[in-house]
Each structure stands twice: as structure tokens, then as C-alpha cells.
């Protein structure tokens, strides 16, 4: 049986490139794919500050080392970087349901499907006015 070695992201760089890859929203987290240059299968977890207090970041991030070490060795891609973006409502989802949602997220990326991250609608402060401001 060969195993499969996954390392985790460190570096910002890492994860400021993973954001230019494709996206696959579900609702509990964000999914990133990208490919890394034959570095091997890495993932990284990001869960900011508007998610909740330290007990509860710390626990979403707990369910995803979970979720992508459960998952990565079987469906994830060879020779990408994943990243987990944390949702509000992902500490309150049931386990099973975010590991599907994980399996359906990482084999649209296969695909290739998802959303581009230069086809992303600008926020709404962000958007062009029609009056030409």
C-alpha cells in the first residue's frame, strides 16, 4: 500500500496564490485548488476572527484537519494546494453532511468547475456607478 504524504501550508505566499485558483463555495466553508508545481498534496485552513471567539475558531479548525485528512488521501487532487476558508455556519453543520459537501467541492475541482477568481462580482462598495463616480 503506498501512503500518501500531505503537508500543510505555512507561508502566506501559499495561501495568497491558492486564492487565485478555483473556488468552490458550500455552506460551511470555502474551498481554494491550485496547482503547485509537482510540491506534492498540501491543504492550509483559514478562519478568521468574524467566525466567532478563539474556542470557536479553534474548534472549526479542528473539524477540518478532520475533514481533509479523512478526505485529501482519496479525493484530493495530486500536486495541488487546498485551502479551507471557514463559514459562519460551519461549526454548527453536522460532520457528514461538510465531509459530502467536501467530496462534491473536490471533485468539481477536478473537473475544473468552479468559480474563477477573476470572475468574481466586486462587493457591493465596490461597484461602478452608473452616474460614471
Do not use: W
Amino acid at each position: 500500500m503506498v501512503t500518501c504524504v500531505i503537508s500543510v501550508l505555512t507561508k502566506r505566499a501559499d495561501f495568497l496564490a491558492a486564492n487565485s485558483g478555483i473556488r468552490n463555495a458550500r455552506p460551511g466553508f470555502v474551498l481554494l485548488t491550485r496547482p503547485n508545481d509537482g510540491q506534492g498534496m498540501r491543504y492550509g485552513i483559514t478562519v478568521t476572527k468574524k467566525i466567532g471567539n478563539a474556542v470557536v475558531r479553534n474548534r472549526m479548525k479542528r473539524r477540518f484537519r478532520e475533514l481533509l485528512r479523512a478526505g485529501l488521501p482519496d479525493q484530493g487532487l495530486a500536486d495541488h494546494d487546498h485551502v479551507l476558508i471557514g463559514r459562519a455556519g460551519g461549526v454548527e453543520r453536522d460532520f457528514h453532511m461538510m465531509a459530502t459537501e467536501l467530496a462534491r467541492a473536490l471533485e468539481r475541482a477536478g473537473e475544473g468547475k468552479g468559480d474563477p477568481a477573476g470572475g468574481r462580482r466586486p462587493r457591493k462598495g465596490n461597484r461602478v456607478r452608473k452616474g460614471g463616480r
